[in-house]
């Protein structure tokens, strides 16, 4: 992209993540002006062609648009909400990791002091900002998004959820639990395929393919969701309930932690025990979406 033509950018934040927010405008060829508390984390930046503002209300007014991306949402509000900070006009996009209550209340304060607001979140690491593989969400008026759409594509995949600033911080948390719940089942196999001597680099792609077939299931299970029907087609829950204990007992038998199974073993029996046992495995949905009582 020319210089000349590329939207100038303001980055406020320059931790590992808002130095890569940064570096990628201006290799993408962004007129970029940068703020930070401590200025000196500026200085490969400023080396690279970017400006370093002396104030937030200068480096506000420099860019078409300006990446917010700093500690939490307490941090943006202290640092916009100063007396002599001019939102009128301004679009922000906060990049910063928060929920998303946090979220919406910030779009209903900026937009009360006349900015364009959206919110998103960052799905990869410093590294990977500028390429295909960093996907970028992105929440609130669709217009705004699409004014801003081409300028953002210079930190990768861009994604828009819709008009409710909330869904980049959800979609955030549900990827998480993506990660973290496969993350968790490929330890646990780990943990008991250690007891035989089989080391976790032998495993892994055995358990990357089970990965993949699991995740094929997907779109089936979702509509048996959004339909509220689970007939029970492969395996009814309390098939399902079996092969859970006995992985428990497996897991207890080689002295491997089974917290994990138990946890989920505990939810099966919950809803076999409302009546749900002959049903498909996403009639579990209904013991997600409610807290459990304390």
Not at 211 to 217: H, L, Q, Y
Request: charged share 15%; net charge negative; with cysteine.
């Amino acid at each position: 992209m020319n210089k000349k033509t590329a939207a100038p950018v303001t980055v406020i934040g320059l931790g590992l993540m808002g130095q890569a927010l940064a570096g990628a405008f201006l290799k993408a060829g962004h007129p970029t002006t940068v703020w930070n508390r401590t200025a000196s984390k500026a200085g490969r930046l400023v080396a690279e062609g970017a400006r370093l503002a002396p104030t937030v209300g200068e480096a506000l007014k420099a860019g078409s648009l300006t990446v917010i991306c700093v500690t939490d949402y307490q941090a943006m509000h202290e640092l916009l909400g100063a007396g002599d900070i001019e939102l009128d006009g301004t679009t922000l996009i906060n990049l910063t990791s928060g929920d998303s209550a946090q979220a919406r209340e910030a779009a209903q304060w900026a937009e009360q002091r006349g900015a364009h607001y959206l919110d998103g979140a960052i799905m990869a690491i410093p590294p990977a900002i500028g390429t295909a593989e960093a996907v970028i969400l992105n929440s609130g008026p669709q217009p705004d998004f699409e004014a801003q759409e081409s300028t953002l594509e210079a930190l990768g995949t861009v994604t828009y959820l819709g008009a409710d600033h909330g869904l980049a911080s959800l979609y955030d948390v549900a990827g998480l639990a993506m990660m973290w719940s496969v993350l968790n089942a490929w330890l646990q196999g780990t943990a008991l395929l250690r007891t035989a001597g089989v080391d976790a680099a032998t495993y892994a792609p055995f358990a990357r393919q089970i990965a993949a077939g699991v995740a094929e299931w997907l779109p089936g299970y979702a509509e048996q969701i959004d339909s509220g029907s689970f007939p029970a087609e492969v395996s009814a829950l309390e098939t399902e309930a079996r092969a859970m204990a006995h992985l428990i007992e497996e897991s207890e038998t080689l002295g491997v932690n089974a917290e994990l199974p138990k946890l989920i073993k505990a939810m099966a029996d919950r809803s076999i025990a409302a009546g749900h046992g002959g049903e498909q495995y996403p009639v579990l949905i209904g013991e997600f979406v409610k807290p459990r009582d304390t």
